[in-house]
């Protein structure tokens, strides 16, 4: 199918969506409502069309009476300027009509399960994962998300083993998509009493928060654990077993939670975190065979393997995947994270461009 065959039918299911929710009968019940979005969805793709096209025929309006401007110099010299005006849009409305067409990603706006663990590095490695864990949550709060922790493993001198956390809010996954990877850090460790610069490493899991309707779990297919829950060091945080591993048995994955004194509660978090990651598990087998190329995975926290490189000593925050480069560590730690993510953006956005033509 060509580009302009592609545009025509979608102008005429637009059209066919006008009439369909304009009838009596179609007020209320589902199909009013998959009706709807379908409407809202195609409307800006064809008011970008619908200005492509009238730029189009504009030029050819104008091309003819330059041409019927028979010994009208001044005429023919106004409509050829309006002509080259227009000439320079149509590259931009172009664009537009394309980006609009790219597919859309069905999880980028859903909540999203945020996963921060220690790698490589120690002691200093689950500090950095706290830093990172933080800056998060700054970033949330600076878009107006809610930021609920699910759940921390500390060390015993304030780092993070282990952070987890359901991000709520308008279009969250699609903001925090790009921070899955190895997070590297260069900096004199706290610990370090002979001022020597340490590489340390920290992952980050995004996943797009499942609905039940998006993942069916099977109840025979989980091993449920209970547990006296524990803090650092051993210390009891509660005498009543209400922490909860949930094991998925098909796929072996572990889910545990502790951090509420309610079994209940315990079992509910670590359900939404299994089904984030039962959810996203298919999302990139999905991937796989339709031979994407979006990263899915972390790796394994090995130094190495780093999407971004926090050095403080330069003051400086690099994006290995965009080559950008900002001195403004500070402000990144502490949730500014825009120009990053839409820098990400940005650049997934053109390469999926590329990939249509």
Same mark, same amino acid.
């Given at each position: 199918?060509?580009?302009?065959?592609?545009?025509? =039918?979608?102008?005429?299911? *637009?059209?066919?969506?006008?009439?369909?929710?304009?009838?009596?009968?179609?007020?209320?019940?589902?199909?009013?409502?998959?009706?709807?979005?379908?409407?809202?969805?195609?409307?800006?793709?064809?008011?970008?069309?619908?200005?492509?096209?009238?730029?189009?025929?504009?030029?050819?309006?104008?091309?003819?009476?330059?041409?019927?401007?028979?010994? &009208?110099?001044?005429?023919?010299?106004?409509?050829?300027? @309006?002509?080259?005006?227009?000439?320079?849009?149509?590259?931009?409305? @172009? &664009?537009?009509?394309?980006?609009?067409?790219?597919?859309?990603?069905?999880?980028?706006?859903?909540?999203?399960?945020?996963?921060?663990?220690?790698?490589?590095?120690?002691? @200093?490695?689950?500090?950095?994962?706290?830093?990172?864990?933080?800056?998060?949550?700054?970033?949330?709060?600076?878009?107006?998300?809610?930021?609920?922790?699910?759940?921390?493993?500390?060390?015993?001198?304030?780092?993070?083993? &282990?952070?987890?956390?359901?991000?709520?809010?308008?279009?969250?996954?699609?903001?925090?998509?790009?921070?899955?990877?190895? *997070?590297?850090?260069?900096?004199?460790?706290?610990? @370090?009493?002979?001022?020597?610069?340490?590489?340390?490493?920290?992952?980050?899991?995004?996943?797009?928060?499942?609905?039940?309707?998006?993942?069916?779990?099977?109840?025979?297919?989980?091993?449920?654990?209970?547990?006296?829950?524990?803090?650092?060091? =051993?210390?009891?945080?509660?005498?009543?077993?209400?922490?909860?591993?949930?094991?998925?048995?098909?796929?072996?994955?572990?889910?545990?939670?502790?951090?509420?004194?309610?079994? *209940?509660?315990?079992?509910?978090?670590?359900?939404?975190?299994?089904?984030?990651?039962?959810?996203?598990?298919?999302?990139?087998?999905?991937?796989?065979?339709?031979?994407?190329?979006?990263?899915?995975?972390?790796?394994?926290?090995?130094?190495?393997?780093?999407?971004?490189?926090?050095?403080?000593?330069?003051?400086?925050?690099?994006?290995?995947?965009?080559?950008?480069?900002?001195?403004?560590?500070?402000?990144?730690?502490?949730?500014?994270?825009? &120009?990053?993510?839409?820098?990400?953006?940005?650049?997934?956005?053109?390469?999926?461009?590329?990939?249509?033509?």
């Amino acid at each position: 199918m060509s580009l302009e065959e592609k545009l025509e =039918g979608i102008v005429a299911r *637009h059209q066919e969506l006008v009439a369909a929710l304009g009838r009596p009968e179609a007020a209320g019940g589902e199909d009013f409502v998959r009706l709807s979005k379908e409407y809202a969805d195609l409307s800006p793709v064809v008011e970008a069309i619908q200005a492509l096209r009238g730029a189009v025929a504009e030029i050819e309006d104008l091309r003819g009476l330059a041409d019927d401007a028979e010994g &009208e110099a001044e005429v023919r010299a106004l409509a050829e300027e @309006e002509i080259r005006g227009l000439m320079e849009n149509i590259p931009g409305l @172009e &664009e537009r009509v394309r980006v609009l067409l790219l597919p859309r990603d069905e999880a980028d706006e859903k909540n999203a399960i945020l996963e921060v663990r220690a790698g490589t590095g120690g002691e @200093e490695a689950a500090l950095f994962a706290a830093d990172l864990f933080r800056m998060y949550q700054r970033f949330a709060e600076s878009h107006g998300w809610r930021f609920e922790t699910m759940g921390i493993s500390e060390t015993g001198i304030g780092g993070y083993k &282990e952070a987890a956390a359901r991000v709520t809010g308008r279009g969250v996954f699609a903001r925090l998509k790009f921070e899955s990877g190895v *997070h590297r850090v260069q900096r004199v460790p706290e610990t @370090e009493s002979g001022g020597r610069v340490h590489t340390s490493a920290a992952t980050v899991a995004v996943l797009p928060e499942a609905e039940e309707v998006d993942v069916i779990i099977d109840d025979n297919d989980l091993r449920i654990d209970v547990y006296r829950a524990s803090g650092p060091g =051993g210390q009891s945080v509660n005498t009543t077993d209400s922490a909860v591993r949930i094991t998925h048995v098909p796929t072996g994955l572990v889910v545990t939670q502790q951090d509420e004194k309610s079994q *209940h509660k315990n079992k509910a978090k670590a359900m939404t975190i299994l089904r984030a990651r039962l959810y996203d598990a298919e999302r990139a087998r999905r991937d796989a065979e339709r031979a994407e190329t979006r990263r899915s995975q972390v790796g394994s926290g090995d130094r190495s393997q780093r999407i971004r490189t926090y050095n403080f000593p330069q003051g400086r925050v690099t994006d290995h995947r965009i080559g950008l480069t900002l001195h403004k560590l500070d402000r990144t730690m502490d949730g500014d994270l825009d &120009e990053l993510v839409d820098a990400l953006a940005a650049e997934d956005q053109a390469a999926r461009l590329a990939a249509m033509t």
